[in-house]
């Protein structure tokens, strides 16, 4: 038995405990960084932090100029304003990519250099200036997780920087934050959400050596993991079609912000698989929303891979409420995988990449370029030659849904 779990130093979720804030992040530091974006500065709850934070703090810099996917030029405007204020602590308050901006920001605020520094696994040397994290979307699981992804003008890909290092130190996870959230938003970062509890719960498991906790980020699933991705699966699925059409739905937020947290926490150890690595390329190339892409690439990589994971795919569907009781798993596979085309078709997930604006050309150029992305796709439970990344991307782009049934031999 070798593993490890990794988190922030403490979790504090549920309605209302936003108003610790300004005090947990007091008793990390005097002079703060808030990384933000300009819509929720001027929302009340984010306005009502920020005035708390300034009451206690002898120094405060806001960035509020966070744009998607994290460019390298959001990274130094950043830093700049954390030298400006010699910060010693940073509030993120933000989606994904608020708290990847921030968690970047302290890298180079304590270790110098610059992101390129520190693309790939464990590259980051030591700890960094203390992190609170505050999500205000249920999706990426950031505030959770030992990753930070950025987008590179010199690289035709998204790039990661993953290190144990970067885990917030406090992750404080409060619905009402997200009761705000658009419903197009919603439906993006919950799919995204619900893609970390599959693909971690469906993640290649890999053996061990004593060393690879500490060398390596993402290790493959285990039972831990398994037991954080099936209560968020079960929560995701019961609410993001309800809180996609009603962002009123207080018990609907609840569930996804729940669901999200889960999630992060399964995948930060476990990590994502084929639709992450996938939608890295595809992202960059056609611009669309992170959450979009993993969900589009979600139904394909799975039945390409469920020759692997019919027995997981059959206890997903019972996680899921569909009455597969008496059904083999590859009926049950096939149960899970039609509830999956109707769950996207009902949050508005487009069912092909040509509907993206992908161009059929480009499929093996992508898989390429995704087959270089190791640290996720080595957690593919399916084939991972460029061919088999392919075939993916081929019956992504046609639309081709259609499910191999396995015989008893095959199954064996």
């Given amino acids: 038995m070798l593993e490890t779990v990794r988190g922030p130093r403490q979790l504090i979720v549920g309605e209302g405990v936003a ?15 808030i990384v933000t974006d300009r819509v929720l500065l001027g929302k009340p709850g984010v306005a009502e932090i920020v005035a708390g934070v300034r009451e206690k703090a002898a120094a405060v810099g806001v960035f509020a100029d966070a744009t998607p996917d994290v460019p390298l030029a959001d990274v130094a405007l950043a830093v700049s304003v954390a030298a400006d204020v010699d910060a010693d602590v940073i509030l993120a308050i933000g989606g994904g990519t608020v708290i990847d901006l921030a968690k970047i920001v302290g890298v180079i605020r304590r270790h110098g250099g610059t992101p390129r520094d520190f693309y790939g696994e464990s590259k980051v040397p030591g700890p960094t200036i203390p992190l609170v994290a505050v999500p205000t979307t249920s999706g990426t699981g950031s505030e959770l997780t030992p990753v930070s992804v950025l987008t590179d003008p010199d690289r035709e890909l998204k790039v990661g920087v993953s290190s144990v290092h970067i885990v917030p130190d406090f992750a404080i996870v409060d619905p009402e934050l997200t009761y705000t959230c658009p419903a197009t938003v919603t439906a993006h970062s919950g799919i995204d959400a619900f893609c970390h509890a599959v693909e971690s719960y469906t993640a ?8 690879d906790p500490v060398e390596q980020v993402f290790l493959g699933r285990n ?10 699966a079960e929560r995701i699925a019961r609410s993001l079609p309800h809180v996609v059409r009603d962002g009123g739905d207080k018990d609907a937020r609840a569930d996804m912000s729940y669901g999200s947290m889960l999630a992060g926490l ?31 690439l979600l139904p394909y990589a799975l039945g390409a891979a469920r020759d ?12 899921c409420g569909l009455d597969v ?10 149960t899970f995988l039609a509830w999956l085309d109707g769950l996207l078709a009902d949050i508005g997930i487009p069912t092909t990449l040509a509907d993206i604006g992908v161009a059929r050309a480009d499929l093996p150029r992508f898989a390429e370029m995704a087959s270089g992305v190791t640290r996720l796709i080595q957690n593919h439970p399916g084939p991972t030659d460029t061919a088999s990344l392919t075939a993916i991307l081929e019956a992504a ?11 008893p031999e095959q199954r064996w």
């Fill in 19 to 33: 108003q610790n804030i300004p005090r947990v992040v007091a008793e990390c530091g005097s002079r703060v960084l």
């Fill in 204 to 211: 290649r498991p890999r053996a061990h050596g004593p060393r």
């Fill in 223 to 232: 039972p831990i993991t398994d037991h954080y991705a099936l209560l968020a």
């Fill in 266 to 296: 399964a995948f930060a150890h476990a990590g994502t698989a084929a639709p992450h690595a996938l939608q890295y390329p595809i992202g960059a190339a056609t611009h669309t929303p992170h959450g979009l892409g993993v969900g589009l």
């Fill in 308 to 319: 692997a994971i019919g027995d997981r795919l059959t206890i997903l569907a019972g996680v």
């Fill in 325 to 334: 009781t008496d059904a083999s798993d590859a009926e049950a596979a096939d």
């Fill in 397 to 407: 782009w046609t639309g081709d849904r259609t499910r191999h049934v396995l015989t």
